[in-house]
């Protein structure tokens, strides 16, 4: 069947035109184009640590946020998310002596190419969650386990000599483990301040590097009551890297890495064409992070962006946006995403999360990760969606962890962004979906056949 309708696209993760501060860029692009002095240094090559007005800005915006000293030398500047975790990767882990991967599913599923690339792949495990973020008990069995097995192979293994594995810049973890542990993409979860403080204790315990994917820790907000920009403590809670900061110097890192990095981005507070983001952790990890090779040949990436965010942050404009229209738009966008879902899918037997934290009235992210409750794989369904109804969604088992997809399944869940579409379609795209869940179910042989004689399965 053909379609004519407007497409609807719930699969892109992307800021819709009003998230963008095109003007306060304009403006800031200008100001620091304007001034010779200050251009010439912002055209040449920069330092590894990144623009140091942009590292105090941050410091000072975030610090008080997470209700921690503010602290540039825990600070570098990066090429974003993305990016950065190569940087990472390239810097604290090498395939030889890096045993595993550990990936909490479901997950980003752009991420798991990154650890691909990198030399992990088939060494991808999927770490289950519940309603509170990781499962810490059947994750230590997991880990415990795989050390037991892995201890024979490892055995036969050509080690680093030990001052490549741990010297003042650099320190190899046997374990990655990668989250995104508030307002996770795809699942909206949010983990709990008891589930982070265990996962920085089972980090200590197994040598193990917490890759932090804090991208939407800013973009939180309350289910009913008006934005403000004072946040409850709930939508504050401190990032695995401020608990491991908390715990102190691990016994057997005494140069103190630490455990923890935090891996944020600009993206989305002030659209990703920026490529512009920030990672936090202890100053020995951050002066081991700028140290990359590729930064050490150039400085710190997207100089002439930071100048223009160092701008914007320095002067509280890119805050009062995120709080005056980011969070606000994003609000009205999840709340018509999730009243359409309440009239049209709950009642065909839908479940969906209502709320980012378990026990607490709040959302934030980008997402919406909805169980339909059918009988057939969201896979087939996504696929019909498009042919029948122009409507692109994400299907849950796009979000498994690659090379380790039987332990973590999704072929009942589906990922719907409310970011991008404009807010006028989200309602009419979420009562499309119905109308195709009912015609299914009312021609269910129909679409029996459909399913096993397409490759739409
Ligand atoms: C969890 C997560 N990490 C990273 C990114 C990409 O970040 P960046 O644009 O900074 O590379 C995204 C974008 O959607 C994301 O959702």
Redesign the pocket.
């Known amino acids: 069947m053909s379609t004519t309708h407007k497409q609807i696209n719930f699969l892109r ?2 800021p819709s035109p009003g998230l963008l501060p095109t003007h306060l860029l304009s403006s800031a692009c200008q100001r620091v184009l304007a001034n010779q002095d200050e251009y010439t240094e912002m055209q040449e090559y920069g330092s590894c640590h990144g623009l140091t007005r942009l590292r105090k800005g941050l410091a000072n915006w975030i610090g008080p946020h997470y209700g921690v000293t503010p602290d540039p030398e825990r600070i570098c500047i ?8 190569v940087c990472i990767l390239q810097c604290f882990s090498d395939v030889n002596y890096t045993r595993a991967v550990w990936v909490v599913a479901p997950c ?1 599923h ?2 798991c190419g990154i650890f691909e690339d990198s030399g992990f792949a088939g060494r991808l495990h999927a770490v289950p969650e519940d309603d509170e973020g990781i499962d810490l008990p059947i994750f230590d069995r997991k880990l415990q386990e795989f050390e037991k097995q892995d201890k024979e192979k490892r055995d036969q293994k050509v080690m680093h000599p030990a001052d490549i594995v741990y010297n003042e810049y650099r320190k190899l973890y046997r374990h990655l483990i990668y989250t ?1 542990p508030t307002c ?3 699942s909206g979860l949010t983990m709990s301040l008891g589930r982070r403080e265990g996962l920085v204790k089972l980090a200590r315990k197994y040598d193990a590097l917490i890759i932090s ?1 804090d ?2 820790d800013l973009l939180q907000w309350p289910l009913a009551a008006p934005v403000t920009q004072d946040r409850q403590a709930e939508l504050r809670l401190p990032r695995l890297c401020d608990i491991d900061l908390s715990m102190g110097l691990s016994d057997d890192d005494p140069h103190g890495f630490g455990h923890a990095v935090s ?6 507070l002030s659209g ?1 064409s920026v ?3 920030w990672a936090e952790a202890s100053p020995v990890f951050i002066s081991g992070l700028a140290r990359t090779a590729s930064t050490r040949s150039g400085g710190a990436p997207s100089q002439l962006c930071a100048a223009m965010l160092a701008e914007v942050v320095e002067n509280g404009q890119l805050q009062r946006f995120v709080d005056e229209t980011v969070r606000p738009t994003l609000q009205r966008r999840h709340r018509l995403m999730m009243d359409a879902i309440h009239t049209y899918l709950l009642p065909l037997g839908a479940r969906t999360r209502v709320s980012s934290l378990n026990g607490y009235e709040i959302f934030g ?3 919406v990760w909805l169980e339909l409750g059918s009988e057939s794989s969201t896979k087939f369904i996504a696929d019909v969606l498009k042919t029948e109804e122009n409507i692109i969604v994400g299907h849950g088992n796009l979000f498994v962890v690659h090379g380790d997809e039987r332990s973590a399944i999704f072929d009942n869940s589906i990922r719907l962004s409310f970011s991008w579409e404009a807010e006028q379609d989200i309602e009419d795209g979420i009562r499309r979906i119905g109308q195709l869940i009912s015609r299914m179910n009312r021609n269910r042989e129909h679409y029996l056949q459909l399913a096993s004689t397409s490759n739409m399965s």
């Open positions: 993760g992307w990066t090429g974003g998310a993305s990016q950065n975790l980003y752009l991420g995104v996770s993409n795809p994917d991208v939407y891996n944020a981005s600009f993206s989305k990703p490529r512009t983001g992210g980008y997402f």
